[in-house]
């Protein structure tokens, strides 16, 4: 019936035609015929759809995810929304030598790629089992770590004001630890820069109270490396005076009526802390005179504490000026406190220096900086430069943060994409290692240098 209804529209057969239509259908082989052309119209047909559909993947355009050097991948070809549910036969070639694999069941690309730059795999298929294999073309990229786009240049040993690209330190201080670590920034060692951070900790002499202080270099000073050393080193020599160690044992022994005597010694505190500070801008500027040149040149913060463990608990003695900030974690972590006034400035990246003029204009202020503090015991004392902070806690009102901190503690202790822990419970030397590898720390625009202090 198909093929005389077929027949009929062909030949254009009206309905009073239907006799002559009948005799000639019996007089001839024309069914035959017939079907013998709609089979071989139905194979035409067969044979197009075919040809189309290996146009359409050929046009088709196929994106998957970019990958990440060293990083897991992972990636679906997702065979019904491509409309490949009906191939006959595929397979997928071509991954293996960027470390990646396909798999059959599941159609998802997975691996560590070993590779950057430029990639590509080919899926050959059939969409019968008499089809000649086909092929097709998928690109896609590999992205290069990051990190490794960051050339590590060692700066200049030749240069007056060269000092080390990274620098350690740790010590046993009373029933605690100090570890401190000051990394030569990303953007610096790429430039073939110096490490414009400092710090340096000593024991004033006949006082058991122990000195850290840190220094972070302006950007934008010529000499901002030497600015960063001459602030810790004149600081340490402020400290080493006797009428320094005479205003410490005077705390010491105010110390030991502390509720009576409070008043008195924030007073001292902040005379004596305040004057460390007009002392290393004096020593800075009499430098830069030497060299015939500007205390602008040697722009650096300051940033220290004292530190002293008394019978009933720590004294801590503070003072800062500049964006480098302080903070003690007490009462078992779960409590923070800032122990210095940040000068953020009034743009990104503006604050204030020690070798600022301008900052000894306003004596109130400035004596506000210094701090007197006493806690029956604490966890943590840190103090650090914005090229920790600025990753870490990323706005200057995060600090008061306990929750931020408790973060920062998480992330010290393995929480991190390195996996690098810092185990405080370690021997100081492996603690402070880890510390150290724990600095290089990968945060998108932020390649400062960094310089942290810890008291554990």
């Not at 198909?2 to 309905?15: A, F, P, V």
């Not at 079907?35 to 993947?57: C, P, T, V």
């Not at 600081?235 to 205003?247: C, I, L, R």
């Not at 409590?335 to 990246?349: A, P, Q, R, T």
Request: hydrophobic share 35%; charged share 30%; glycine share 4%.
């Amino acid at each position: 019936m198909q093929s005389e209804n077929y027949l009929k529209s062909i030949l254009q057969i009206s309905d009073n035609q239907s006799s002559n239509f009948q005799d000639f259908i019996k007089e001839t082989n024309a069914l035959q015929i017939t079907e013998e052309i709609i089979s071989k119209f139905e194979y035409l047909k067969e044979i197009w759809k075919i040809k189309e559909k290996k146009g359409d993947i050929e046009r088709q355009h196929i994106t998957i995810p970019n990958a990440k050097i060293g990083k897991q991948y992972q990636a679906k070809l997702d065979f019904n929304e491509l409309h490949w549910e009906d191939f006959f036969w595929f397979e997928i070639i071509g991954l293996e030598s960027f470390g990646l694999h396909f798999n059959n069941q599941t159609h998802h690309i997975t691996g560590v790629p070993n590779d950057s730059g430029e990639a590509s795999f080919q899926i050959k298929f059939k969409l019968h089992e008499a089809d000649e294999v086909n092929s097709k073309k998928i690109n896609f990229y590999i992205n290069p770590d990051p990190k490794t786009l960051f050339k590590n240049n060692p700066s200049d040993t030749s240069d007056e004001f060269w000092k080390e690209d990274n620098k350690n330190f740790c010590k046993k201080i009373e029933d605690k630890s100090l570890i401190i670590s000051s990394k030569r920034g990303r953007s610096h060692a790429h430039n073939d820069g110096f490490r414009e951070d400092d710090f340096l900790y000593n024991e004033i002499q006949d006082t058991q109270w122990h000195l850290i202080c840190i220094s972070d270099g302006a950007g934008s000073a010529k000499f901002s490396r030497k600015g960063s050393a001459l602030v810790v080193e004149k600081t340490n020599t402020y400290f080493k005076q006797q009428s320094s160690v005479e205003s410490l044992k005077k705390i010491d022994n105010l110390i030991d009526n502390l509720s009576e005597n409070v008043d008195e010694i924030h007073e001292i505190s902040q005379n004596f802390l305040l004057e460390c500070a007009a002392f290393v801008h004096d020593e800075i500027k009499e430098f830069a005179i030497s060299k015939n040149s500007t205390i602008k040149d040697f722009h650096a913060t300051q940033a220290f504490v004292l530190v002293k463990k008394h019978q009933k608990g720590y004294a801590i003695l503070s003072f800062g000026i500049g964006d480098c900030p302080i903070n003690v974690l007490y009462d078992e972590s779960d409590k923070v406190i800032l122990l210095n006034d940040l000068d953020i400035g009034e743009y990104s990246g503006g604050t204030w220096f020690v070798t600022s003029e301008e900052i000894f204009k306003n004596r109130y202020t400035i004596k506000n900086r210094a701090k007197f503090s006493f806690f029956n015991d604490f966890q943590y004392l840190f103090l650090m430069t914005d090229g920790i902070y600025d990753p870490k806690f990323s706005v200057e009102n995060q600090l008061n943060n306990i929750q931020k901190w408790k973060d920062l503690l998480v992330d010290l202790q393995g929480e991190n994409e390195d996996k690098v822990k810092v185990d405080f419970s370690l021997p100081i030397e492996d603690t402070l290692n880890k510390l150290d590898q724990w600095m290089d720390f990968w945060s998108p625009g932020n390649h400062d240098d960094r310089t942290v202090a810890i008291i554990y």
